[in-house]
């Protein structure tokens, strides 16, 4: 569903004018779509329905309680990869016993959070891993269930930077390591082998390499009950892709179909671990446009988000639609959409075709992902308000800081 839509002229979501949150909470702001959360969890569990399956929210995508609140009160898990995020889980009323717990440096600390609130999986990425959560859980005398994440090797058609199942990856485990992995583990007094499990990357567009990483999961499960282990699931992951630009985004239909149909009849639980695909276009970054700046060469918009607020243009290069929130009936100019920070790295989009004004609201699209989450207080910026509309009610999820917060923890000299 698209939350954000066109009514008399002006930019909604749902039915809360965005004006009027920039009115309300200031700018720069995230606004949610509680609805637009909703609808994209549902598309997986009505594939899911009648298969034992668990969706496992990835929250470090976008990790506000009241985000994750809207996924757990609708029986989501989630997918952790720090104890912070288990905390996070927790206050947002998560329950432990669908926690899955990935990550290649998972602290002392971490694992023993973990163990005494019960989750339901370690996704373990490396021998010495499996030693350290081995001892740890001997010592509080538990049992640790565990996963491996394994490295299947395919090539998910990405960008390089999240690409994650490749050989040269730091992720998981060697495809060919992984069985005398197990065979490790089962020796292992404190274990427990519960599952296997592979990520491949994100921003999936094309759902074949996943189905091809589980056909080669499916060899090893049958290698593993041949030695005598018995797995109890399969996660398969995040990464579906969505639409940011033109890109043509499988259905959840189109990406699970395949998969159930390979596991049909195995006895195996699925778990899904999506993040992007649950958040991304339900969510848009509002901001206020400073100054125009128009110029020999290129014209410049100069709004009051950067950066910091929203990295991945100048991370990845990503493409974000840009739309007026009050779109102007004249002839449009072709703008640089910049932030104030003094990076030329600092744009939000090039070569946008707006009719623009000083002080017209904009809405970047398709930012509820890896928006908030990767967001930083470069040039003492305090991070911005999140608002999280539900029909015709917005209410502050997250309220914006103050810049005596970004200092509080620091002090002068003796
Ligand atoms: C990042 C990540 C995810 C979520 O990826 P999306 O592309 O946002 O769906 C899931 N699992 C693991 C292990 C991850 O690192």
Redesign the pocket.
Known sequence: MNAFTLKNGELYAESVALSDIAARFGTPCYVYSRAALEAALDEYHQELAGTDALVCF?I??NSNLGVLNVFARKGAGF?I?SGGELKRALAAGGDPKKVVF?GIGKSVEEMEYALNVGILCFNVESAPELDRLNEVAGRLGKKAPISFRVNPNVDPKTHPYIS?GLKKNKFGVAYEDALALYQRAASLPNLEITGIDC?IG??LLDPSPVAEALDKILILVDQLAASGIHLHHIDL????GIRYKDEEAPTAKAYLQPLLAKLKGRGLKIIL?????MVGNAGALLTRIEYLKPGEVKNFAIIDAAMNDLARPALYDAWHDIVAVKPRDVAPQTWQIVGPICESGDFLGHDRELALEPGDLLAVLSAG?YGMTMSSNYNTRPRVAEVMVDGDQAYLIRRRETVEELYALESLMP
Do not use: F, Y
């Open positions: 990835a470090k995508s997918d990869v990935s994650t990520h994100s921003q992951g995040g990464g579906l671990e999506p993040g992007r695909r992902a």
